[in-house]
């Protein structure tokens, strides 16, 4: 990814978007892995390639939720 993944940098804002456009991603590679193995078309190598990153994307939604997500004290 070409992103910076310093999160400690860059203000609630920016990571609203940035969370949106990974959501977006993240979908895409979903629907674009699942076309692939249903038709049968794409080799193995590629839709591993693709389930890594849409691993790497979750990785990084789930970052940017957590620093976007205020911490309750109990």
Do not use: C, Y
Request: aromatic letters at 2%; zero cysteines; proline letters at 3%.
């Amino acid at each position: 990814m070409n992103a910076p993944t310093d999160l400690s940098m860059k203000n609630d804002d920016v990571l609203r978007v940035e969370l949106e456009v990974f959501r977006r991603k993240h979908r895409d590679l979903d629907e674009a892995i699942s076309a692939l193995v249903e038709r049968g078309t794409g080799d193995q190598l590629t839709i591993r390639r693709l389930k890594k990153e849409k691993l790497h994307l979750k990785d990084l939604i789930s970052r940017i939720e957590d620093r976007l997500t205020p911490d309750i004290i109990a």
